[in-house]
């Protein structure tokens, strides 16, 4: 069965469509807008009626193209952007209304167990003791911790993201010695009595790591992380994402996404595995059910 996950979040809307191929999710379409709800927001919080009407586009397009590709099921979760909007159900129904699926905006657990299964099942090996998987977005910063046998034991997120970090404390392009100390500051400021479980193992998921494995490769470790934080002073955001064939917008925010990618490296005491999956193969898998055995923790995509 092919599947179709939607994820609308802080920074992108993103839309994964899938199918199970042999014990693997095969991945048939990927496509991502950068809607960039969590810095549209007013002084109260909410999200302005031309953002919503811009996002509910966008996933109705990608509906649409899902669809043509031969989708039979669709599910599309909606997290901290909407989760936190005095709005955000009112948000919610009418990118429904306009999209013609669901949007579910999903509880800080749910996100994390969604999170948590992508990001295990697509490691593409067995893994034993605890593991915690690091989902930085765009205005929210979740660790889950658990077993890939028994499930999510606990999740933690704190509001603070990349996006949202971007927006208030960057200004120049590239960021300047005084912008990334000032960032480091308010970082220590949010986990500063942050006392947290120390797993076997870490896997770091989202825009910001993924986008890392393009400059530092797939294990983000101290000396990788400083490095890449050179790199995106180094020179401004068009000419790093023309180096790295990444977009400029997101590279304007990656240095926030890797300072606050070190601090939890730093509490967990392990450097951080950039996973393959994430909260949409997550969806994807629970849309599945019992088309694939989802307690095998050798699922990688293909």
């Given at each position: ?8 979040g ?36 909410s ?11 966008v ?80 205005g929210?910063?979740?660790i ?35 912008e ?64 790295f ?5 997101r590279?304007?925010?990656l ?27 997550g ?20």
């Open positions: 069965m092919l599947c179709a996950a939607i994820d609308i802080s920074n992108t809307t993103r839309i994964l469509v899938a199918e199970p191929d042999e014990g693997k999710l095969k991945k048939v379409m990927e496509q991502r807008a950068y809607t960039r709800i969590g810095q549209s927001r007013l002084d109260d919080g999200i302005p009626d031309e953002k919503i009407a811009e996002v509910a586009e996933v109705e397009t990608q509906v649409r193209l899902a669809r043509e590709l031969g989708a039979e099921s669709f599910r599309a979760v909606a997290t901290a952007a909407l989760r936190d909007a005095p709005n955000g159900k009112e948000a919610a129904a009418e990118i429904e209304a306009v999209a013609g699926i669901p949007v579910h905006v999903v509880s800080e657990n749910e996100e994390g167990r969604l999170s948590f299964l992508g990001a295990t099942k697509a490691l593409g090996y067995r893994v034993d003791g605890r593991v915690a998987v690091v989902d930085v977005g765009g929210s910063t979740e889950i911790i658990g077993t890939v046998s028994g499930g999510v034991e606990q999740v933690r997120s704190w509001p603070v993201g990349s996006g949202q970090l971007a927006e208030d404390l960057i200004s120049s392009d590239p960021p300047s010695a005084s990334v100390r000032r960032i480091r500051d308010r970082i220590d400021e949010v986990f500063s009595e942050v006392q947290i479980t120390q797993p076997e193992q870490a896997v770091a998921v989202g825009g910001s790591a993924t986008s890392l494995r393009k400059i530092v490769g797939a294990r983000l470790e101290y000396e990788t992380l400083e490095r890449s934080i050179r790199v995106l002073c180094g020179d401004d955001a068009v000419e790093v994402g023309r180096q064939e990444l977009d400029p917008i590279v304007r925010m240095p926030t996404g890797v300072l606050i990618l070190e601090k939890v490296s730093e509490l967990l005491g392990q450097d951080l595995q950039i996973g393959k999956g994430g909260i949409r193969e969806i994807v898998l629970d849309m599945l059910n019992g088309g694939i055995d989802v307690s095998e923790p050798a699922l990688a995509p293909g």
